[in-house]
């Protein structure tokens, strides 16, 4: 097998792979939120990412001294596998910058991602995506972090597509409960929970757009929370919706309830995932040509949704064959 070539060393070749991230993004605010998911991620494995949160976490008058707790957070040995990241404070604020060159300057090797709020334009973004790369090259970072940038204003709304477009950009998401309260009361209440999230036009319109605009530049699209906390059907049905009917590959999780539900709603269909194993395996074996299966014809431009709906299951912690770990995921950390 030593010899056999890796899809990602096939598949992709000329462009980049779309990303390949955990279904839930978990967000805390707080160090013994942030200690406690960590300690649930060390048990679950790296099915979710946790999201240290510098804006709406940290208490005004100490953003400094959060900032630096949550560059501690991020170096600790309880970061085991690598995936935290850390949500600054939005353009508009006096520490945003600041933000950056603490974790940046302390955690910065071992950050995952940076979350952008509150764009209202790309041009916010894009200025804080040049704050960032400059801050990295100053510290010396050898790489540039991916950047997730939060769609919930009218502007970004409606720059989605450039947003997504910008270099760096890993990610949009839609950020509910501001895009609701930015209508200055047009949109009802009831549109920041379930049902009428999925239902209302202009919540559709804004969660359609935002999809679209993320899949259609290679970045992954993520919902937003759900304001449920304690009955598991009701998160797992928020979930299935947001994965089924709008396309969302990931979702935000607030508390430690929410990210089983989730994760098991954007599982892949078991079959599929069987059907995914035997293909790329085949095809591994023909050195990538185009091979039969189940008197199907299959060749790279089916085995790149195969290869991504087989990573998809792995982050959903789907539980694949010794065989296919050891072809595939070889060398990364196991769930």
Not at 15 to 22: A, D, I, M, N, Y
Not at 108 to 114: E, P, S, T
Not at 186 to 203: C, D, K, N, R, V
């Amino acid at each position: 097998m030593t010899s056999a070539l890796h899809p990602q060393e096939v598949l992709f070749a000329g462009e980049k792979p779309f990303p390949s991230l955990p279904a839930v993004d978990h967000y805390a605010g707080t160090e013994k939120l942030m200690t406690k998911a960590l300690a649930l991620q060390q048990e679950l494995g790296p099915v979710f990412d946790l999201t240290c949160d510098c804006e709406d976490g940290a208490p005004a008058g100490a953003e400094a001294e959060h900032a630096q707790m949550v560059a501690e957070i991020v170096n600790g040995p309880a970061n085991h596998f690598g995936r935290v990241g850390a949500r600054i404070h939005d353009i508009t604020h006096p520490h945003w910058e600041r933000d950056l060159e603490i974790l940046i300057g302390a955690a910065g090797g071992r950050l995952a991602f940076v979350t952008l709020p509150k764009a209202r334009a790309a041009a916010d973004a894009a200025a804080q995506i040049a704050a960032l790369r400059r801050i990295e090259a100053a510290t010396g970072l050898p790489g540039t972090l991916p950047v997730h940038v939060l769609i919930e204003t009218h502007g970004a709304l409606r720059e989605a597509w450039r947003i997504a477009a910008l270099d760096g950009v890993e990610s949009l998401d839609f950020g509910l409960m501001d895009f609701v309260s930015g209508h200055h009361g047009a949109i009802p209440g009831s549109a920041m929970t379930s049902p009428g999230q999925f239902e209302h036009p202009l919540i559709v319109r804004a969660k359609t757009e935002i999809a679209a605009a993320a899949l259609g530049n290679g970045v992954v699209p993520a919902h937003n929370v759900t304001t449920e906390l304690k009955d598991v059907a009701v998160i797992r049905h928020d979930a299935e919706r947001a994965r089924r009917e709008f396309g969302y590959l990931r979702m935000w999780s607030i508390h430690p309830n929410q990210i089983l539900p989730i994760l098991a709603a954007m599982q892949p269909d078991f079959s599929e995932v069987e059907a995914a194993a035997q293909i790329l395996t085949a095809a591994q074996d023909q050195a990538w040509g185009p091979i039969q299966h189940g008197g199907r014809l299959h060749d790279r431009a089916s085995y790149r949704y195969y290869w991504e709906l087989l990573q998809r299951a792995r982050h959903t912690g789907m539980q694949l064959p010794a065989e296919l770990r050891q072809r595939f995921f070889a060398g990364t950390p196991a769930h």
